[in-house]
């Protein structure tokens, strides 16, 4: 089945660094990808839509110029916390779709000190 | 508006016991249906889905659920849970081809030994 690849699967900032999570489609193309953040004993909530070529599409509430996302290639999106913050730790899946199916990633853990 | 229930937030049962998650969702036509699985600090990974035809799907780990058309429902069930299937479990409906993917709130299941 497709596989979708996340880099790193955590990492560790300090406050006020900028941090940048990939998120790989490994054995197809992916004109769009999603950006969840999942915060403990939560569901997921999507952050934003990747879409190739074109600028993201972000859900209310989600600040663009802290997550930016570039969608530069069929099999490549990137998140970048720019500023992070500590109340930015969290749990960043992405996912990459196919039709009518998802396919997500193992998910990046972001702590900020 | 359109969602999707998971009505049980936590679900305790006996490692043997036969198991039921149950899931609603709200919407005027049959969406794409999936169950996943998620152990703690990993991400997400796909029990079974239900696009169309028979209503009673298998799954992966000895999992099926079954699409109820009348009662907008689409409950998980394993005759006999094993200590490994403790996990959180997230219901989630496409709505339409190419639409984000819509997830409940998810039921954390607890096995007793």
């Known amino acids: 089945g497709a596989v979708v690849s996340q880099h790193p699967s955590w990492v560790i900032c300090k406050s006020g660094t900028s941090v940048k999570i990939e998120c790989r489609s490994l054995d197809f193309q992916a004109t769009t990808m999603f950006w969840y953040r999942q915060f403990p004993k939560q569901s997921l909530m999507l952050m934003a839509t990747?879409?190739?070529?074109?600028?993201?599409?972000?859900e209310q509430g989600v600040e663009k110029d802290k997550f930016l996302i570039n969608h530069a290639s069929l099999t490549l999106s990137t998140l970048t916390v720019t500023s992070a913050h500590p109340e930015d730790s969290s749990f960043y899946i992405c996912?990459?779709?196919?039709?009518?199916?998802?396919?997500f990633g193992p998910g990046t853990r972001l702590t900020v000190t | 508006a359109q969602s999707v229930t998971q009505p049980d937030i936590h679900i305790t049962v006996s490692e043997g016991a036969s198991l039921e998650l149950r899931c609603n969702y709200s919407y005027g036509a049959t969406p794409y249906l999936f169950w996943y699985v998620q152990s703690p600090g990993q991400g997400l990974q796909l029990l079974l889905k239900?696009?169309?035809?028979?209503?009673l799907v298998q799954g992966i780990k000895g999992f099926e659920a079954e699409f109820k058309r009348s009662q907008s429902s689409f409950n998980l069930r394993k005759p006999s849970v094993h200590w490994s299937d403790a996990a959180e479990y997230f219901c989630?409906?496409?709505?339409?081809?190419?639409?984000?993917?819509?997830f409940g709130k998810g039921t954390r299941l607890h096995i007793l030994p």
């Open positions: 239900y696009f169309s035809g028979d209503t």
């Open positions: 990747s879409n190739e070529g074109s600028k993201a599409t972000y």
């Open positions: 996912s990459a779709i196919a039709g009518y199916e998802q396919y």
């Open positions: 989630a409906v496409v709505p339409n081809r190419d639409d984000k993917i819509i």
